[in-house]
């Protein structure tokens, strides 16, 4: 059994034998539609996309609500395309890992083209620009993570890349997002047609972070003779370039070799891993759990796609951003980066393994329900009740999910601020409330300031994962990080929090052990 076209085609009673949801559209069609008048095109190539929007859009087709499919273009790791996606025909396999330790399995068929952002492969390039030249085209999203979006050093200056590229103008453009600019513009001098630009990364008011780059360029090229004027006005205006905000949440991890291992055992033959030379770990599979959100500010000036009709919420920007502010500040992220350190520093491989031990989920549920959800933020179109119950009880302890503490543990000192820092501050705003009655926040942050420490709870050196302040914290004494006010969102200083962290960080490094004792002590301190 292969993952091609012809092989669906030759192989389709076994697949279906072994119980696979096939597409049952006619895909030509479907690709002919599209490449003649394109609807959506998305830019990010990863497991995200496959697992999920590339899932949204087979469903509408299968629904007969939609009659086009997917486009989708790589700007920063080519090889996923050249490596994984071409090789079998756009295709790919959907393992959506249950909870009760069932696997569905689905080949993903709505994905009908795949381009490569790049200047020097003239074809994808024109191709492209047809596509934006189209005024067919409703969506541009973009799943390329937080980074992608960044212009500017901390220090505010444009980076080098960004620089060069506004001298230069679009028509030279080399950067990731000055080549999809340069696209916009494309589509400017080619009718203007109104379009929404979408991102659906995982990160606080995506929309406000991909205009803010998208500007940068235009007002840049329009300030220097090297674009229209008019092109600046025309990313400016709402009624024709939309940057709506979105929330987005599916956990996906890195393709999982047990699920290689059961796809194989199944007779298909040609599924492994390709690790690229920029260590993008993609397979022709890809591995997810089943629950999954995503709600859009409803901001589509050229029409929107049938979205709805498939679970995704549309709404208006200030439930987006209540419900952004529900999963990071309290339903989800801040119970996964809790995971994460304590993971971490008492040796865990896994995030469901940890759901097993009866200190860490003690944690996440208290942390959860009893300091969360008193300044848990509702946005109305989800229950915050249901989704920490939802995280707590079915996603984070399902045994089949493999991901781990260490992936979740990258990136921390970005991720503190919004994930604890909002919290603290909902407290301090209250008058019902005190900073003073909070327990496993500060533990969780004083288990932050030891994890910098690189030693486990028994005394062993683990490799911390990757941050762009590693190397600078590790240099610092606990109290010095805590003075950082850009690390936690406010001066823990201010009420005495930040002095009760470092008494835990102190009683968190009493020598082995000491980790265990404390995380147990302070838990059920708060259950008592």
């Known amino acids: 059994m292969y993952l091609t076209s012809a ?3 030759r192989d389709k009673n076994s697949y ?7 597409p049952q559209y006619d895909r030509e069609v479907i690709k002919a539609n599209t490449l003649k008048e394109p609807e ?12 999920f929007q590339g899932n949204l859009c087979d469903r509408l087709i299968e629904k007969g609500r939609m009659k086009t499919g997917l486009i989708v273009c790589e700007g920063y790791d080519y090889e996923i395309v050249e490596k994984m996606y071409r090789p079998h025909d756009d295709l790919s396999i959907l393992v959506t890992l249950k909870a009760d330790g069932t696997m569905e399995k689905k ?14 492969c003239k074809e994808d390039f024109d191709v492209l620009e047809s596509i934006f030249a189209g005024s067919s085209l409703k969506m541009c999203s973009f799943t390329i993570t937080e980074k992608g979006y960044v212009v500017k050093d901390a220090s505010g200056n444009l980076l080098d ?37 979408v991102s659906m990364d995982n990160c606080s008011h995506n929309g406000d972070k991909l205009y803010d780059a998208v500007i940068t360029y235009a007002q840049g090229w329009a ?58 770990y993609v397979a022709p599979f890809v591995n997810a759990e089943e629950t999954e959100y995503l709600v859009i500010e409803d901001a589509f000036p050229n029409g929107k796609l049938p979205l709805e009709e498939v679970g995704v919420i549309y709404a208006d920007k200030e439930t987006v951003d209540k419900t952004e502010k529900m999963k990071v500040c309290t339903c989800l992220n801040p119970l996964h980066t809790s995971l994460a350190i304590f993971g971490c520093l008492l040796g865990y491989k896994t995030i469901h393994d940890e759901m097993d031990d009866k200190d860490l989920k003690d944690l996440v549920y208290n942390l959860g329900y009893k300091e969360g959800m008193k300044v848990v933020v509702d946005p109305k179109v989800l229950s915050p009740a249901d989704f920490l119950d939802a995280v707590l009880t079915r996603r984070l302890p399902n045994p089949f999910m493999p991901d781990t503490p260490q ?44 994890y910098l420490k690189g030693i486990d709870d028994n005394g062993n050196e683990f490799e911390l994962s990757p941050d762009p302040l590693l190397d600078e914290l590790k240099d610092l004494t606990p109290e010095e990080i805590l003075k950082r006010q850009e690390i936690f969102g406010t001066d823990l200083f201010v009420d005495g929090l930040g002095d009760r962290i470092i008494k835990m960080y102190y009683e968190l490094d009493n020598g082995n052990g000491s980790v265990r004792e404390v995380l147990h002590r302070y838990v059920h301190e708060v259950m008592a």
């Open 40 to 51: 959506w095109i998305h830019f990010g190539a990863g497991n995200i996309f496959r697992a």
């Open 223 to 280: 300030d220097n003779g090297k674009a229209d004027k008019g092109f600046a006005d025309y990313v400016k205006d709402p009624a024709r370039v939309s940057f709506p905000w979105s929330m987005i949440d599916k956990i996906t991890p890195r393709p999982d070799d047990t699920v290689y291992s059961s796809l194989k055992d199944d007779g298909i033959t040609d599924l492994e891993q390709v690790i690229t030379t920029k260590k993008t």
């Open 107 to 120: 080949v993903i068929g709505s994905i009908v083209s795949s381009l490569v952002l790049n200047r020097e």
């Open 407 to 450: 992936r979740i543990a990258t990136d921390t000192s970005q991720k503190l601020p919004i994930r604890f820092g909002e919290t603290i501050k909902a407290y301090r705003k209250s008058e019902d409330l005190s900073t003073d009655s909070l327990v496993l926040v500060p533990l969780v942050l004083a288990g932050y300031l030891r």
């Open 7 to 9: 092989g669906l085609q």
């Open 161 to 197: 890349a960004v620089k060069k590229d506004i001298d230069n103008g679009p028509d030279y453009s080399d950067s990731y997002m000055g080549k999809i600019v340069s696209l916009l513009y494309y589509r400017y001098k080619n009718g203007a047609t109104p379009i929404a630009f």
């Open 16 to 22: 279906e034998f072994k119980g696979y949801v096939l």
